[in-house]
């Protein structure tokens, strides 16, 4: 199985291009974003040494058909999909924090809670919670990046507001918006028998001013979702809940000795397991989808992504 790990497009009228941990974007002109999903994985802020197949188009399209799921109450920045890992928007200006929003007590939060910290980004949490409990009521712990650009740092609301990262009026906004679209990605979830468990959102600036929800919303890479079937029975005997997100591959590094500190090294990943987690991302489609995931053609990605997005462009003009 083939994978696509790195790109190195020229479309035509291309500005620039910025590489993040998983998605490498193109600026064509002034105003359209060209979003590759690539089949890179990363945990701990760490981009591991192999591609996913498929893992690239699962997120992708996950990510655009939740974006037009949730368009009524959010407005976004998708204008197409011409291929199966590619995205085309609106060029926007990233607002600099990740609005995180949790609904349970797992992942980060849990380790934070299980070290003994009561308090998370500004937010107090109750005593006497396991992992995996239902938080009260959903709370935001928003995230930016540190001075150095690479890893996410957790931040509060007052802290935000107080450096100036973005304005009391855009805060208020994206936290309305986060509620909203937690609220509306839980009810699909349950839908499909999933619930979701915590998610991130980021937000941007058209040129207009307006506030749109940006870059991937409620796939496996910015979200943690349980099975509903048997969660409260797992609950009451202590046992791990069955879960469809990335956070299968952190435990995995975490057993293997890896949560990206300075000296570790990244454990070996086989074939068979690499395979495995491909396997894992296509169950998590089917299942948020509904539908039976539909392989694209891997026989050579890059000639198909560039051939689909070069006659989108060509469309527009």
């Known amino acids: 199985m083939n994978s696509i790990t790195a790109t190195n497009f020229d479309f035509e009228n291309q500005k620039t291009v910025y590489k993040g941990k998983v998605r490498d974007v193109y600026t064509i002109g002034e ?16 981009i591991l040494p192999k ?42 200006e990233p607002l600099k ?47 930016t990046k540190a001075d150095n650009g690479t890893h ?3 931040i509060s609301r007052e802290d935000i507001l107080k450096k100036g990262i973005v304005s ?12 909203a679209l937690f609220k509306r990605g839980s ?9 979701l468990v915590d998610t991130k959102y980021e937000f941007g600036k058209t040129k207009d001013g307006e506030v749109v929800l940006i870059d991937e919303v409620h796939t496996p890479d910015s979200s943690r979702y ?4 048997g969660y409260q029975e797992r609950q009451n005997n202590g046992e791990p809940q069955r879960q469809l997100s990335k956070e299968f591959v952190r435990q995995w590094l975490i057993e293997n000795g890896f949560q990206g500190r300075e000296g570790e090294q990244i454990p070996e990943m086989t074939e068979a397991h690499v395979a495995s987690i491909s396997q894992r991302y296509i169950e998590l489609y089917e299942h948020l989808l509904g539908k039976k995931f539909i392989k694209a053609d891997t026989e050579n990605i890059q000639e198909r992504i560039y051939n689909n997005v070069s006659e989108y462009l060509h469309s527009l003009l």
Request: aromatic share 8%; proline share 8%; net charge negative.
């Open 226 to 229: 349980f099975y509903a079937e």
């Open 51 to 92: 591609g996913i197949p498929f893992k690239g188009q699962i997120l992708n399209q996950i990510a655009s058909e939740c974006l037009e799921q949730t368009r009524n109450i959010v407005p976004n920045w998708l204008l197409a999909t011409p291929d199966p890992n590619v995205s085309v928007g609106i060029c926007c």
């Open 152 to 154: 996410d740092e957790d």
């Open 31 to 46: 105003d359209l974003l060209v979003m590759v999903a690539t089949d890179r994985l990363s945990a701990f802020d760490v």
């Open 187 to 195: 009810e699909l979830a349950l839908q499909k028998g999933l619930i």
């Open 168 to 179: 009391p009026e855009d805060y208020a906004l994206m936290e309305r918006y986060t509620y």
């Open 97 to 143: 924090v990740e609005m995180v929003i949790r609904g349970y007590l797992a992942g980060h939060a849990a380790r934070e809670y299980k070290a003994g910290k009561r308090t998370l980004c500004g937010v107090s949490l109750p005593e006497g919670l396991k992992e995996n409990d239902p938080l009260p009521s959903p709370i935001i712990t928003p995230s």
